[in-house]
């Protein structure tokens, strides 16, 4: 049976590359080793801002890494760092284009996916005991969040809203950076 979790419990930050003996892909990483909601995180503003919000029924892990493979294959926006609201701040956006365009883009973007990707710090909430409909309620419902900040709304780049509805039930949410923009609480 489905529980409603009235917490979501944010942990980490954890890194893409594992350098800072946290990363999303070691062995001791069990948040990601599950379901559950994930933010992505970059350098805002001497803290960090959200860039991307997502969900998997899937071990976390396992989809950050098929995020990791299409942001390496020129198939998802990367941005320059320090970052800054706007498109003008893409180091590459696929969006129109092509593999041959990214390839011959390549020399010019490698080092800033290479320092987004450094950069990047992971927030994961693991929810083990959630369907997909009530992951997807919280993913909007943290979309909707980041994108209320008008300081910050520019540096989302998933800003797709997977679940319609109204709004009803609350939840608390609790995440060891306090990302700039996302709030103590949800309405999902």
């Known amino acids: 049976m489905e529980s409603t979790p009235r917490v979501i419990d ?5 890194s893409i590359d594992g350098r ?14 599950g379901p559950g909601i994930y933010l992505w995180l970059i350098p805002y503003d001497g803290g960090y801002a959200v860039n ?3 969900q998997t029924r899937r071990p976390v ?13 020129g198939t998802a926006r990367v941005r320059f760092l320090p970052a800054q609201p706007g ?9 129109g284009r092509n593999a041959a365009e990214f390839l011959r883009d390549y ?4 080092q800033p996916i290479l320092d987004y990707l450094l950069a990047l710090r992971l927030l994961i909430a693991p929810m083990p005991d959630v369907g997909s409909a009530f ?4 993913e909007t419902a943290m979309i909707v969040a980041a994108l209320a900040d008008k300081d910050t709304e520019q540096l989302m780049d998933n800003a797709r809203i997977s679940a319609k509805g109204d709004p009803t039930e609350a939840i608390d949410v609790r995440h060891a950076l306090a990302p700039h923009a996302m709030p103590a609480a949800i309405r999902i």
Not at 20 to 33: I, K, L
Not at 135 to 138: F, M, N, P
């Open 87 to 95: 498109e003008q701040n893409l180091a590459w956006n696929p969006q």
């Open 52 to 54: 991307y919000v997502g």
């Open 20 to 33: 800072d003996g946290n990363g999303v892909f070691d062995p001791g990483c069990h948040p990601a080793t």
């Open 135 to 138: 992951l997807k309620r919280i």
């Open 107 to 110: 020399e010019r973007v490698r």
């Open 61 to 73: 892990r396992k989809r950050i890494g098929e995020e990791v493979r299409d942001i390496l294959g």
């Open 10 to 14: 944010f942990q980490g930050p954890y």
